[in-house]
T-cell receptor
């Protein structure tokens, strides 16, 4: 059973545009929601993370919006750049997961000039 | 000064062989993990160790055996390799079980 559902699978955005990736979860025990960025041939790298006691977190051009009642969270990339082209994974952890991260299936983002 | 390093980066081997992947972290973390990324890029945890003690053992064939000689190392040994084992294997570490996880560069295993 997929613990975290992510959409879209792929996303093409023009340079300067806004990229939006959505995730949904079921387990209300989750209390930590990170986003990872992965470039080809590299490992996932933490981009930004949020806990459910806040509804939004912003770091530079990257913002997480969190809706606890809907059990959804999303990543917004403002002013998208070609260098942002990568695969993005949402994830969730908490409760009795013993540190285990449950990943979404990833979104392949392409930002074209 | 790589934080989480894995060796080898690429591994091509024949079916039936036994192989090992090594992982070392120099962050002083207590917890280490192995994740598998399949051909569709889906990441799923396989094992985790905390202070050399096995904490998570997902539904993974017995052919996969992790070994943690000390807190800085978590190696993955795979017996009788099968075609379906082909994937990218990532090692990761975190200070504790509920803190940020840092991933290595991955080991691309190809079984032919």
């Amino acid at each position: 059973q997929q613990q975290v559902k992510q959409s879209p699978q792929s996303l093409i955005v023009q340079k300067g545009g806004i990229s939006i990736i959505n995730c949904a979860y079921e387990n209300t025990a989750f209390d930590y929601f990170p986003w990872y960025q992965q470039f080809p041939g590299k490992g996932p790298a933490l981009l930004i993370a949020i806990r459910p006691d806040v509804s939004e977190k912003k770091e530079g051009r990257f913002t997480i919006s969190f809706n606890k009642s809907a059990k959804q969270f999303s990543l917004h990339i403002m002013d998208s750049q070609p260098g942002d082209s990568a695969t993005y994974f949402c994830a969730a952890r908490g409760g009795s997961t013993l540190g285990r991260l449950y990943f979404g299936r990833g979104t392949q983002l392409t930002v074209w000039p | 000064d790589t934080a989480v390093s894995q060796t080898p980066k690429y591994l091509v081997t024949q079916m039936g062989n036994d192989k090992s992947i090594k992982c070392e972290q120099n962050l002083g973390h207590d917890t280490m993990y192995w994740y598998k990324q399949d051909s569709k890029k889906f990441l799923k945890i396989m094992f985790s160790y905390n202070n050399k003690e096995l904490i998570i053992n997902e539904t993974v064939p017995n052919r996969f055996s992790p070994k943690s000689p000390d807190k800085a190392h978590l190696n993955l040994h795979i017996n009788s390799l099968e075609l379906g084992d082909s994937a990218v294997y990532f090692c990761a570490s975190s200070q504790a079980m509920n803190t940020e996880a840092f991933f290595g560069q991955g080991t691309r295993l190809t079984v032919v």
